[in-house]
């Protein structure tokens, strides 16, 4: 049992874990910027600009420079007079990993997203995101934590919002559940082992609400439809996080998370932090999941934790070392520790190359899996 | 006649004694110290929640001529510059949009940043050798000289030469300068900056010590 699960996941968590950094940057706290709302349409991060945050993409790129917004009847016609902001981004990554005495292995996949925020007036938004891959990499398989289903297209989010306020935000729908600190690769173990994927998108309400040294995010969410049998989870929580020193370069979180599902409840709790100061800074995250006993198992604890250093030689330029480890309790025991190496550049702002190197070893079955992945993305910017 | 030589002994003697203590009071020679290492920083608010700008300059340079009297010390011919194009933000592009628009005259020059400042006194604070210094000067920003206080805490480092470890807080108002916070795509600056210094100051050995004055 041990082995066959071992191997599983030596292979597949290498192929998800390598994700290319197509969403928010938390590191952006190395300039004071404590949360996602400032650059990004949705508060929660990720997904489409603001024109503010157009400009500073531009501006920590490469190419640099002033951000000019595309102008033209045309234009002007076919985005409701900017009212619909909208791009296209493709992520292209090729991938090669050898595991000991196993031949190496090499994938290429490629995504394309649509992505689309129609501001309806009055504070009231609606957000979608269309997935289509050439591969799905589904997260492993384990008695106590079946992978979400999907296909060769994906809707990772629709969500209609409404933001009475400049720091308040209430929104439903389709989407990725709040998450600690929201790094952009959703392979790592905290967000892959807990149903924080890809394919993760779940219904769901929720609320943000920020200051300059606050964010509280409660939410309830129930099943997003294309679970497993017997996975279908509901529930609700709540993340929190505090400036506590007021210069908006440290911040330290939590993540409360309790759902229910015919084959078994879950609770989570996840400290975080991201701090960032000048050129450089550190991200850290510790979830522990409790699974309450099922029909079918006893109860367990899974526990991940993910540290990243990261530096900017320049500003359009990302280097970083990190760790992560997966632990899981007996009867289905696992232990797994990586480590990486990322170079990310971002050329403009409608492209962004980069590589990830990774080691991850198992000290249960002794294997150890290396991988290397070059990741390219393009985004139409207008 | 004895009487009146007695009294004009003792109005001398009086004299000498006042003449006296007023030169211990007051007349050290004073030392010029010269900033060695000084970092300031700045920060604002903005229009957006929770988003503040903020940078720093590691290029302060100035001096001030430092006696010790009995009340604390006295701070004199106080002066300290910045070079406008050593503030950084950690964003290139808004440091150039921030002297273009901020910093930048009207005929195109870049002024420095300068404080001035007469005179100052220091109250000591707890141990004679750490200081509360009120200084009211003038600041110039893009060449317009305007009033602006600031409260320092030294303290004296021991040993010579004499030297000491200062920092400071001030509030500017930009509008005191004529200036309007530039806007970025809807983000906009308060028009209230808080101004944070930190430096040393040591002795400088180019000073003559009979006159206290800086060659």
């Known amino acids: 049992m041990k082995f066959r699960y071992s191997k599983i996941l030596c292979t597949i968590a290498v192929l998800i874990g390598m994700g290319p950094q197509a969403r928010s940057l938390p590191t952006m706290i190395r300039l004071g910027y404590t949360n996602c709302s400032t650059c990004h349409i949705s508060p929660q991060g990720g997904g489409l600009l603001n024109a503010y945050g157009r400009g500073i993409d531009q501006a920590q790129s490469l190419r640099g420079g002033d951000y000019k917004p595309a102008e033209g009847k045309w234009l002007r016609f076919f985005t409701w007079d900017h009212r619909i902001t909208e791009d296209v981004r493709s992520v292209t990554q090729e991938q090669i990993a050898s595991t000991t005495g196993k031949p190496g292995t090499q994938i290429l996949r490629s995504r394309l997203m649509y992505r689309n925020a129609t501001d309806l007036g009055s504070g009231v938004r609606f957000s979608m995101t269309l997935t289509a891959e050439n591969e799905n990499v589904l997260r492993p398989t384990f008695p106590y934590d079946h992978p979400t289903k999907t296909g060769t297209l994906f809707l990772n989010t629709s969500l209609l919002s409404y933001r009475p306020k400049g720091n308040l935000e209430i929104a439903a729908g389709r989407d990725q559940l709040p998450n600690g600190i929201n790094i952009p690769d959703l392979g790592v173990f905290v967000r892959s082992r807990n149903r924080s994927g890809y394919y993760d998108s779940l219904t769901q309400v929720k609320i943000f609400w920020w200051g300059k040294r606050y964010l509280i995010t409660p939410y309830a969410f129930g099943p997003g439809g294309n679970e497993q049998t017997g996975e279908r989870e509901s529930g609700g929580g709540a993340l929190a996080e505090v400036d506590p020193f007021g210069h908006q370069h440290t911040v330290f979180g939590m993540n409360l998370l309790r759902a229910t599902s015919r084959s078994r409840d879950r609770t989570l709790i996840g400290p975080y932090a991201r701090l960032g100061f000048g050129s450089w800074g550190v991200l850290a995250e510790h979830d522990i999941t409790n699974y309450a006993a099922g029909a079918k198992f006893g109860a367990l604890q899974q526990r991940t934790t993910y540290g990243q250093l990261f530096w900017y030689p320049k500003e359009w330029l990302l280097t970083s070392i990190g760790g992560e480890r997966l632990g899981v309790d007996v009867p289905f025991k696992q232990e797994l520790n990586a480590a990486r190496f990322d170079v990310s550049a971002r050329i403009a702002s409608q492209a962004t190359i980069g590589f990830t190197l990774r080691v991850q070893h198992d000290p249960l079955s002794g294997r150890t899996v290396r991988s290397l992945a070059l990741n390219v993305a393009l985004k139409t910017v207008t | ?215």
């Open chain 2, 1 to 215: 006649m004895i009487t009146n030589s007695i009294f004009k002994v003792c109005l001398v003697a009086v004299a000498i004694c006042s003449f006296s203590v007023l030169f211990n009071a007051a007349s050290d020679p004073p030392q010029a110290i010269e900033i060695q290492s000084g970092n300031t920083s700045f920060q604002t608010i903005t229009n957006v929640p929770g988003l503040e700008v903020a940078g720093k300059s590691s290029a302060v340079s100035g001096r001030v001529l430092v006696s010790r009297n009995d009340a604390g010390l006295l701070l004199q011919q106080i002066e300290a510059s910045v070079p406008v194009k050593s503030l950084a933000t950690g964003i290139s592009l808004r440091d150039e949009h921030m002297r273009k628009y901020i910093f930048t005259t009207s005929d195109g020059q870049l002024p420095d940043l300068e404080f001035k400042a007469n005179e100052a006194s220091c109250v000591p604070v707890a141990t004679t050798q750490e200081f509360t210094c009120h200084v009211s000067g003038e600041l110039s920003i893009r060449g317009v000289m305007k009033p602006l206080s600031v409260t320092l805490r030294a303290k004296q480092q021991g040993g010579a030469p004499l030297s000491f470890r200062a920092a400071g807080d001030a509030l500017v108002k930009l509008s005191d300068y004529g200036i309007t916070p530039p806007s970025q795509f809807g983000v906009r600056p308060a028009n209230e900056v808080r101004v944070h210094l930190e430096f040393n100051g040591k002795e400088s050995r180019q000073v003559t010590a009979s006159t206290g004055e800086a060659r």
